[in-house]
């Protein structure tokens, strides 16, 4: 008779075993559905400003990347030039009497 007191022991043990390791999986699973939840949600915005960044960009041939050396380097040349000049033109306006140029 002791024999079956053992075995519905380990069947009782084991049955707590299980139903705890089954709630801790239950857990897990509740996290990675707001986890999967929130990356659709971030997934979601990078395509809109992907659908965004593509609607600027007309044809391949506009990124840089395609573009030739020289050309690449004489836009940025002059991107640069005309950014310059705009730089000085507001701090012409801005700057005091005695620091501007004179000649």
């Given at each position: 008779?002791?024999?079956?007191?053992?075995?519905?022991?380990?069947?009782?043990?084991?049955?707590?075993?299980?139903?705890?390791?089954?709630?801790?999986?239950?857990?897990?699973?509740k996290e990675l559905?707001?986890?999967?939840?929130?990356?659709q949600r971030r997934?979601?915005?990078?395509?809109?400003?992907?659908?965004?960044?593509?609607?600027?960009?007309?044809?391949?041939?506009?990124?840089?990347?395609?573009?030739?050396?020289?050309?690449?380097?004489?836009?940025?040349?002059?991107?640069?030039?005309?950014?310059?000049?705009?730089?000085?033109?507001?701090?012409?306006?801005?700057?005091?009497?005695?620091?501007?140029?004179?000649?």
């Amino acid at each position: 008779m002791w024999w079956v007191i053992i075995w519905v022991l380990l069947v009782v043990v084991s049955g707590g075993y299980l139903s705890w390791r089954a709630w801790g999986l239950w857990g897990k699973t509740k996290e990675l559905g707001s986890e999967l939840f929130a990356a659709q949600r971030r997934l979601d915005e990078v395509q809109g400003q992907l659908q965004v960044l593509s609607e600027r960009i007309g044809s391949p041939e506009e990124l840089a990347i395609f573009a030739g050396p020289v050309t690449a380097r004489i836009k940025r040349n002059r991107a640069k030039s005309d950014s310059r000049r705009a730089r000085h033109l507001r701090r012409a306006t801005s700057l005091p009497g005695w620091a501007k140029h004179v000649d």
